[in-house]
């Protein structure tokens, strides 16, 4: 059924549909819609056998989530920011220990300074805790992977995060297809765990490892998420024949065909990047798009496959590993490695600088010309960075960087001297 709602709204109404018996809630801007949502459901009785339990904090919450699924209970969270970061004991905790649970991150840079918009610092700090990470485009693609992840969780025995680009999709009023209950049920089976604790058949979970062990237990970690590389495109399939749309898998791509110029990126950004390649494309360039959903696993070959013929390779990522630059595009470089494509890596959008059309279409235009640099910060101010640079170097006391910068710009009145 059509129905024009808030992202969030939407999110809330996937899970509600996909039948959680347990959900753990700790408000963070920007995800707290969704766990409000579900809240109301639950107090309504819209949303019926499930225990909604508000904590005292993010990392009581994934916890709380952790004990449920322990104990067979399908469990929900969602957090953002500085809130996964506290629960970073706990992230690690849930994929050591194998427990299925879906947690919706609503990505939002983390401080300091302190920052409540958009990027993806945020889940990229996790990406080798264990957990696989799905990114959604849409509102619509974020119901559905939500739906979805929690039938490759279960599968598997593994925890997901479902990302969503905090306001850009999550306080979005978007138009999405709203499945019926009984779709969900048919597609989505009741929970069966692959483990539980039972005090008829007692067994102890996490327990200590030692050295003789503990390759072997990480190993197979990575073999699980190896199978999710198989799994992943296979429940988007049984999705598509449910509900009738292509939602989810490893990859999707754009114009890929006769592409010279191949954009990759992750999240709502793709949008403005499949518009502005209209663009060009109607000026004979040939580019296209490739977007990854599945940054963990990390799907090398199919990003090696839909890269084969492309002269040029441009990651566009809403995230910086400072002191060496790119994150997806080093996972990039490593699929299309012994190849002679340079991997150009764009950083944008941090902190929720608005990605223009404008500002792609230039950037794209130098990398075709071959005059992109292998590491881009798009629309950076260099008057305002150099300006920082060489009055530290002329005084010794110069100050937070974040206020000298907005004292530079005017945003905060100047020292009274």
């Known amino acids: 059924m059509l129905e024009q709602c808030e992202g969030s709204h939407a999110v809330a109404a996937a899970i509600a549909l996909s039948r959680p018996e347990v959900i753990c809630a700790y408000p963070i801007s920007p995800q707290t819609h969704i766990v409000e949502g579900l809240g109301e459901m639950v107090k309504s009785g819209a949303l019926t056998r499930c225990e909604f339990i508000n904590v005292e904090s993010e990392f009581a919450a994934l916890s709380v989530a952790i ?53 993806h610092t945020d889940s990229m700090s996790m990406r080798d805790a264990g957990w696989l990470q799905l990114f959604a485009e849409t509102n619509q693609e974020a119901l559905d992977l939500h739906i979805q992840a929690f039938k490759i969780a279960e599968e598997l025995s593994l925890p997901v995060m479902v990302c969503m680009d905090g ?116 000026t004979g360039e040939k580019i296209g798009v490739l977007g990854i959903t599945s940054f963990r696993p990390f799907p090398i070959e199919a990003i090696r496959s839909a890269t084969q013929n492309a002269k040029r390779i441009v ?30 890596c764009v950083v944008a959008g941090l902190g929720g600088r608005a990605i223009t059309k404008a500002s792609l279409s230039k950037m794209l235009l130098q990398a075709i010309a071959d005059k992109l640099e292998l590491l881009t910060f798009l629309d950076l101010d260099w008057q305002i ?31 009274v001297g």
């Open 67 to 119: 004990g449920a699924s322990a104990a067979g209970a399908r469990a929900y969270t969602a957090t953002a920011s500085q809130g996964l970061l506290y629960m970073a004991e706990a992230v690690y905790n849930a994929s050591g220990l194998g427990l299925p649970i879906v947690m919706t991150v609503a990505n939002r840079a983390i401080g300091a300074p302190i920052n409540i918009w958009n990027d």
């Open 315 to 344: 990651v566009v990522e809403k995230c910086l590993a400072v002191g060496i630059g790119g994150i997806v595009s080093r996972d990039v470089r490593s699929a299309v490695q012994n190849r002679p494509q340079p991997v150009l």
């Open 167 to 282: 306001f850009i999709l999550t306080h979005a009023y978007e138009r999405v297809d709203m499945p019926e209950q009984a779709q969900v049920d048919s597609f989505l089976p009741p929970y069966e765990p692959r483990q539980v604790l039972d005090p008829a058949e007692p067994i102890t979970i996490g327990a200590m490892v030692g050295p003789e062990a503990f390759t072997e237990v990480r190993y197979l970690a990575h073999a699980k998420q190896m199978q999710a590389l198989e799994l992943i495109p296979q429940i988007a399939a049984e999705f598509k024949a449910e509900f009738q749309r292509d939602s989810g898998g490893l990859i999707k791509t754009y114009l890929l065909g006769d592409a010279d110029t191949i954009v990759i990126a992750l999240g709502s950004v793709l949008g403005t990047i499949k518009d502005t390649v209209d663009d060009l494309r109607s």
């Open 385 to 415: 960075v150099n300006r920082v640079l060489a009055r530290e170097k002329l005084q010794r006391r110069s100050g937070p960087v974040a206020e000298g910068i907005l004292r530079d710009m005017g945003a905060v009145a100047s020292k």
